[in-house]
């Protein structure tokens, strides 16, 4: 009786791979639809924001239309309209106007 219990337990090798096998594909899965996208959208932005120049047409994360002035490592002054001039931090800037030909 003794042999029939010891046999019908399962061996801790299986047990401890059937655990670990949910795991790895929870990481490949939050890598692949997390991470992976996450720092391909973080490098456009700092390419993005690298490539800015002093006439380009720009919008704040704030919604804030502008042109380029000057630009420093941080900070940006944007022209609003012929007399206003605003500073903000090159973080602020959410993406560049491209200009459509035509």
Same mark, same amino acid.
């Given at each position: 009786?003794?042999?029939?219990?010891?046999? #019908? #337990?399962?061996?801790? @090798?299986?047990?401890?791979?059937t655990m670990i096998i949910p795991?790895?594909?929870?990481?490949?899965?939050?890598?692949?639809?997390?991470?992976?996208? #996450?720092?391909?959208? #973080?490098?456009?932005?700092?390419?993005?924001?690298?490539?800015?120049?002093?006439?380009?047409?720009?919008?704040?994360?704030? @919604?804030?239309? @502008?042109?380029?002035?000057?630009?420093?490592?941080?900070?940006?002054?944007?022209?609003?309209?012929?007399?206003?001039?605003?500073?903000?931090?090159?973080?602020?800037?959410?993406?560049?106007?491209?200009?459509?030909?035509?």
């Amino acid at each position: 009786m003794f042999f029939q219990y010891a046999a #019908q #337990q399962p061996t801790g @090798g299986s047990s401890l791979v059937t655990m670990i096998i949910p795991f790895v594909i929870m990481i490949a899965v939050f890598y692949f639809l997390l991470i992976r996208p #996450q720092k391909k959208k #973080q490098s456009q932005r700092t390419t993005m924001l690298n490539a800015l120049k002093k006439g380009d047409k720009i919008v704040t994360i704030g @919604g804030l239309h @502008g042109t380029i002035m000057e630009l420093t490592d941080d900070t940006v002054v944007l022209r609003v309209n012929d007399v206003t001039k605003l500073t903000f931090d090159r973080s602020a800037i959410s993406h560049a106007i491209k200009e459509s030909e035509g």
